[in-house]
């Protein structure tokens, strides 16, 4: 459901993927649906799992998982460059660093060690 909204929102501020010449046949796609799939899980654990978001292992899945997004987006940001055109966007060796922290981070909040 959240992703249908988020399909909604971006059509409506135009933040589409458009497809190139050699797929006519594929409609716009949103770019940034990840924000979507973050808010969804974290909405879900507040609805249907409220007693586990007090616990350590949760905060620490949600720790890395909210830098990781946060990463794609400004990595899509930039790669759209404002102008709807896909441009090259963050190097993948920042984005593998980023994941790798967010590795960390996750064992370090939750207690894993």
Not at 36 to 58: A, C, N
Not at 73 to 96: E, M
Request: aromatic residues 10%.
């Amino acid at each position: 459901m959240v992703a249908i909204f988020g399909i909604e929102v971006f059509a409506k501020w135009k933040i589409l993927d458009k497809p190139g010449p050699d797929v006519p046949a594929r409609a716009g796609v949103p770019n940034m649906q990840g924000i979507f799939l973050i808010l969804g899980f974290v909405g879900s654990m507040l609805i249907f799992f409220p007693e586990y978001l007090h616990q350590k292992e949760f905060l620490g899945l949600l720790c890395g998982s909210v830098l990781i997004g946060l990463v794609e987006t400004v990595d899509t940001i930039i790669g759209l460059n404002y102008t709807g055109l896909k441009t090259r966007g963050l190097d993948k060796k920042i984005r593998l660093l980023a994941q790798i922290i967010a590795i960390f981070i996750a064992m370090f909040v939750g207690g894993i060690s």
